[in-house]
């Protein structure tokens, strides 16, 4: 991009205050804010100005999950079928991990985090350990994708060298960096978080499979022939990855996707929960929900909304193909986002100060034609670390751990 191209995208789009920032820079610095300018998906940016920020949504119903007790019935068939799948080498994993452990004080890539007592356990190798439990089993390894972001990548990759991958083949690991998407203020004006660089966040983690392609790494699934992924994210230290129960219920259901799902604590846990939006599987967030939805019950008297996702899903490959240039929702959060002011200080809000735009997993649900919603128990599957203390916290997660026999 010229000069004058830039100057002329950055006026267009009423930036002129980061054409001032880019004047005041060596070649070096023009080139790299440059860069990130020509990346830019303005449509997006557009959206901090917009007069609806909220997605619509379409009608809403509950969709039934395949229960633990029906899993339990046909747990030898699912996971013989799961195996085999793996055995095939048709199963991949592919671990989210582009954030930052910032809620829980650590300045360093979330998986680095130490949640040990007595002896060093670290997020990622309490989930390389819980994927070796299937590959133990299989009597072969499944080839794992981690998304690192900007941010965190050279730290997240010579932490895998540091730990020599936890006991994984490096062979069947490869790494890649999720796509970045500027912050903005409430009136759409770009932030800077450098005098030579936008303030640039990972994009959510909606656009994993849009990542793996534009880095090179989804020819590596093909080449292996990988006919389904497994996507999970780094927080959750108990859930099972490439679990071949799940596989297999999958394969066996004839849908193109699964999703992991707990029974909701309360009606009103803060959690999203898989339904069906307009005759399609999808997912509505707890705060869309309506009290009557949160309290409608059937004859039972379970919740008629009762199964909480927890980031544990499963794709067809060739089905994410076909949706991968589909215009997924962009959703329009606030945040407190450091930025360089103008005159070159550093500030830290206390109070969101403007808008991140994040593409999220969940939406791609909506975009295929059917879903599994498959039912694990949350005291053996679900320890999400998102906190410090208190709920979904690494004291819970520690606790549920144990329950568990792991020994920290």
């Known amino acids: 991009m010229t000069e004058n191209e830039l100057s002329g995208l950055l006026i267009e789009h009423g930036q002129e205050h980061i054409l001032e920032a880019y004047k005041r820079l060596d070649e070096e610095g023009k080139n790299k804010l440059s860069r990130q300018v020509e990346r830019i998906d303005w449509s997006i940016v557009d959206m901090a100005v917009s007069e609806e920020l909220a ?21 030898e068939q699912y996971e013989a079928q799961g195996l085999a799948a793996i055995r095939a080498g048709k199963v991949g994993a592919v671990l989210l991990a582009g954030g930052q452990g910032t809620r829980l004080g650590s300045d360093g890539p979330k998986g680095k985090y130490n949640i040990g007592i007595t002896r ?20 072969c390894f499944v080839p794992l994708y981690i998304m690192t972001s900007d941010k965190n990548n050279d730290e997240t990759v010579a932490f895998f060298e540091e730990k020599n991958y936890f006991g994984y083949p490096k062979a069947f690991v490869k790494f890649f960096e999720q796509e970045m998407a500027p912050s903005v203020d409430f009136n759409g004006k770009l932030y800077m978080e450098a005098k030579d660089s936008l303030s640039l966040y990972p994009n959510g983690n909606g656009g994993w499979f849009y990542s793996m392609a534009v880095t090179g790494v989804l020819k590596d699934v093909k ?9 999970f994210a780094v927080d959750n230290v108990l859930q099972r990855i490439a679990d071949p129960v799940f596989v297999g219920a999958t394969l066996s259901s004839g849908c193109v996707s699964g999703a992991k799902v707990v029974r909701k604590a309360d009606p009103n846990e803060k959690v999203g929960v898989l339904c069906l ?24 008297g379970d919740l008629s909304y009762n199964f909480g996702v927890i980031l544990n899903y499963l794709f067809r490959v060739d089905k994410l193909e076909e949706i991968m240039n589909e215009k ?8 407190k986002i450091p930025y360089i002011s103008e005159s070159g200080g550093y500030v830290k809000p206390e109070e969101p100060n403007g808008y991140k735009f994040e593409l999220l997993v969940l939406d791609m649900i909506h975009l295929l034609d059917n879903c599994l919603s498959f039912e694990v128990v949350r005291d053996y599957e679900f320890a999400p670390i998102k906190n ?8 819970s997660a520690q606790a549920l751990l144990k329950k568990n026999g792991v020994q920290l």
């Open 55 to 75: 997605q619509k949504r379409g009608r809403l119903e509950p969709l039934s999950a395949l229960e633990v007790p029906e899993i339990e019935k046909n747990k």
């Open 120 to 139: 060093d356990v670290f997020i990622f190798e309490r989930l390389i350990r819980n994927l070796l439990d299937v590959t133990d089993k299989a009597g």
């Open 223 to 231: 080449d292996r022939g990988i006919e389904w992924l497994n996507i």
């Open 277 to 300: 939006e307009d005759g399609k599987p999808s997912i509505v967030e707890y705060y869309e929900m309506t009290d009557e939805m949160i309290n409608s019950r059937e004859a039972n």
């Open 328 to 335: 997924m929702p962009v959703h329009v959060v606030e945040k």
């Open 388 to 395: 410090k203390t208190g709920v979904d916290s690494v004291e």
